[in-house]
């Protein structure tokens, strides 16, 4: 699910690598294995350019920043890890000027607010689709080819997909479905999961559940490549039973996520915030109990809406005082009930 940092550095290295020793053809599976070896012992000893130690440093910045940080034991710790971090991305910059994703994390870390920032992603959306085109464009030969149509388009999605997820939370709710009907033109398949925010962005429009089941259509090649339903698009839908007052419909949603996830019911009933992966949605095992954590922070829109918000929203205590939710925490202390542990959102437009 989504993307993975580590293995995008892996198969970069590793392509790079078959292209100086003109290995040919690109499934050469002996050479591959043994590349990746290398990459696991010394990553370094495949890096040949500063390209190369670009997008290396840019994997590094990542795992501190979306997958250490955040459960470090102090604010101390963390900060200092994320200062880390970010001279990382200033040296990877500072190698190669092109690596977008190196900037936009920048940008993300020293942006003084969340409009900023996406203002910043919205002025520079088309330059990155536009690099991506000149790169397809100039590319010569299988391996720049086979670079072009899958890891040189990630950043460019990464970008779309970061101004989705951050106009969402800015309460710029259309400007985020135009980003995701945007990446998934580039991008049918949908490698980042950027279809997740459209499903979001599409109920906190209260388009109602005919222009969701509409979405899900329209961008079946993304949708079908899931197991089962997903956690963002269940709760989505759940959220417009609710406004709708189609409470049995919800009811049945409802069962479905409780049935599907491992200890569902605690994740409902917490609604823990999750901090937003910087360089992309973070990796988690789908159908894991991680997913559905992420799912239910990045749907804190749909959670926080209705009089009494964000601290007794009405959707919000609907889902952790449903039958099925209680039946699964048991005994729990009033002031653990989603109010208290959520923050506010910055747009509410």
Known sequence: MAFDPIQEDALRLVLRSMQRDRVYPLENQAYVEDALERFGTDAGSLIRSDEDRSFHLTARATEIIDYRAPFMSSDEAADAAVANAEALLTEAAELDPKNSDAARMLMALRAPSNEEYVRFLAEGADAQVDAWRALSAQARDPYDREFAADLGLRPALRWLNALS????????????????????????????????????????????????????????????????????????????????????????LMAYLVDRYPRAERALYYQTEFPDGVFARVHVEPGSEDELILAISECTVLLQEGLGAPDNAPFAVWVATHPLVRRGVGNVSPADAPGSVRSGLEGDN
């Open 165 to 252: 997820s951050r106009a969402l939370i800015a309460g710029h709710y259309t400007q985020a479905l135009a980003a995701v009907e945007r990446s998934l033109e580039l991008a049918p398949a949908d490698p980042g999961d950027c279809r997740f925010t459209g499903m979001i962005a599409l109920a906190k429009l209260e388009r109602g559940q005919e222009a969701l089941e509409e979405f899900y259509e329209n961008h079946a090649q993304a949708f079908l490549s899931l197991r089962a339903m997903d956690p963002w698009t269940l709760i989505a839908r759940m959220a417009c039973a609710y406004r709708e007052f189609a409470f049995d419909e919800a009811d049945r």
